[in-house]
């Protein structure tokens, strides 16, 4: 929460069912529109730095240009 400016009272208490369902959903709300603000590269980049481990999601379709992917040799060219 730290990372994304953001307080968290349920760190605070040994009781967090105390803090109700409306307390999380306002938190849930609040985190949303914070990682609205800004492109998820630059998420993933404050996330890292951090200490959070982070990445984006991709669409199928995506990953065949993913360098990381072709590190791991995740795809391979068949003929048939």
Known sequence: MQALGLEDKSHETDDITAL????????????????????AKDWVET??????????????????EDDQAAANEMFHILEH
């Open 47 to 64: 996330l890292n730095e951090a200490g959070v481990p982070v990445s984006t999601v991709k669409f199928p379709i995506e990953m065949f």
């Open 20 to 39: 109700g369902n409306e307390y999380f959903e306002a938190l849930r709300r609040r985190v949303e529109t914070v990682m609205r603000s800004r492109p």
